[in-house]
């Protein structure tokens, strides 16, 4: 996420290209920089954006309508095609890759790689923006001010759905199969997906095991 006036920004990692994770980040971003942005810039991505309805209108995916309004953010969609709309964010993804990548950083856990990009952030700020000619922080200071401020409760990340286990006692999820322990044969299932873990519910809401999701793209 880039603040084109201060030039600031902040990088979370995450293991897929999918809603959970999406949204997990987007609210990761909020935390770090202490609020949200009063307008975001987004191309049409299938976890905002479930039809395109000519240049302005979107239908958007249930899950992020509640997103947005749970944080109270304005959305605006690129034209399709026109990535250029939100030059200065991909910019900046070039900028992180060449810096805060390089030399490749060793990564033991999600909470440790998402802490050493927090750093980088930090580090980043005591830059000089040429367009100002003003340090980044003193910059992003004065935009900070602008953002609105955090929810009170953050908002939970997880997508609902039902299953059945095979005759192994497993459940398919992101092209793997995962071992449900305690689960029997073509038993029907609730799940909690979140971005990081899936916890599996039997029929009387009770959980019956929680399992690390396939983080494998």
Request: hydrophobic residues 40%.
């Amino acid at each position: 996420m880039s603040f084109p006036y201060s030039n600031a920004a902040y990088l979370v990692v995450l293991p897929r290209e999918n809603l959970t994770c999406f949204l997990e980040g987007l609210k990761q971003l909020f935390a770090q920089a202490g609020g949200v942005p009063r307008k975001l810039w987004f191309d049409n991505l299938s976890a905002a954006v479930a039809t395109i309805k000519g240049h302005v209108e979107r239908e958007l995916t249930d899950m992020f309508h509640r997103f947005k309004l749970h944080y109270r953010f304005e959305a605006v969609f690129c034209n399709p095609g026109a990535g250029h709309e939100k030059g200065n964010v991909e910019n900046k993804v070039g900028t992180s890759r060449r810096n805060w990548f390089v030399p490749v950083p060793v990564m033991t856990s999600w909470e440790q790689i998402n802490q050493q990009m927090k750093q980088k952030a930090k580090k980043a700020m005591e830059h000089d923006y040429y367009k100002h000619k003003r340090p980044i922080r003193s910059l992003w200071e004065e935009e900070q001010e602008k953002l609105l401020e955090l929810p009170r409760d953050p908002f939970e990340v997880v997508h609902l759905e039902t299953a059945r286990l095979d005759k192994y006692g497993n459940i398919h999820m992101d092209r793997e199969r995962l071992s449900v322990p305690g689960g029997g044969a073509g038993q029907l299932v609730s799940l909690k997906v979140y971005w990081d873990r899936v916890e599996v519910m039997d029929e009387a809401h009770e959980t019956i095991a929680v399992l690390p999701r396939p983080s494998s793209l």
